[in-house]
T-cell receptor, first 116, second 114 residues
């Protein structure tokens, strides 16, 4: 088990282009989260999957953002028509089940997006 | 609503000195509290967490934190700083509504000087 993997690590794109990020969680983890971290700030919750079901979406997730977890394993986060304000580190995390003992999930190393 | 305030965006200590990073929280539900560390260009690593039980929590790398309900605080300490402790530290509280969502503070950057 190599932990939570994210790809790519860095992405530079021109404003208006679409980008897609991938997250591979720890294999036995059924819960998957996406967070966004801008410079000088803590991570902010974007969305949550339990298996393949997307159960919660933040208001931060505008219509240009979409996330999927088609088979309850890896997840993708797509941003359409990127804007400079989308520049941030996008973090994926996973955890096994609910309850107090499973709080404090495992984060990936993130994908740093720069929109120019 | 849940929120976290980390007092001091930058803290600087000498190697071997006490590390104290402050965190205060607000929560409408019994709080679960966390400290994470982030090294440059890396994800977040869990240092320790408080959910229930003992209010003094020990974590990795010699860090510990004490949950004080009356003060709504969860400060992080380490008796003796090491150069390798230089990083950004985030305090977090569980969000409402289930799903294990976390609400993070803005972070404290710790610098350790020789």
């Amino acid at each position: 088990d190599t932990g939570v993997s994210q790809d790519p690590r860095h992405k530079i794109t021109k404003r208006g282009q679409n980008v897609t990020f991938r997250c591979d969680p720890i294999s036995e983890h059924n819960r998957l989260y996406w967070y966004r971290q801008t410079l000088g700030q803590g991570p902010e919750f974007l969305t949550y999957f339990q298996n393949e079901a997307q159960l919660e979406k933040s208001r931060l997730l505008s219509d240009r953002f979409s996330a999927e977890r088609p088979k309850g394993s890896f997840s993708t986060l797509e941003i359409q028509r990127t804007e400079q304000g989308d520049s941030a580190m996008y973090l994926c995390a996973s955890s096994l089940g609910g309850g107090a003992r499973n709080y404090g999930y495992t984060f990936g190393s993130g994908t740093r997006l720069t929109v120019v | 609503a849940q929120s976290v305030t980390q007092l001091g965006s930058h803290v600087s200590v000498s190697e071997g000195a006490l590390v104290l990073l402050r965190c205060n929280y607000s929560s409408s539900v019994p709080p679960y509290l966390f400290w994470y560390v982030q090294y440059p260009n890396q994800g977040l690593q869990l240092l320790l967490k408080y959910t229930t039980g003992a209010t003094l929590v020990k974590g990795i790398n010699g860090f510990e934190a004490e949950f004080k309900k009356s003060e709504t605080s969860f400060h992080l300490t380490k008796p003796s700083a090491h150069m390798s402790d230089a990083a950004e530290y985030f305090c977090a509280v569980r969000g409402s509504g289930g799903y294990n969502k976390l609400i993070f503070g803005a972070g404290t950057r710790l610098a350790v000087h020789p």
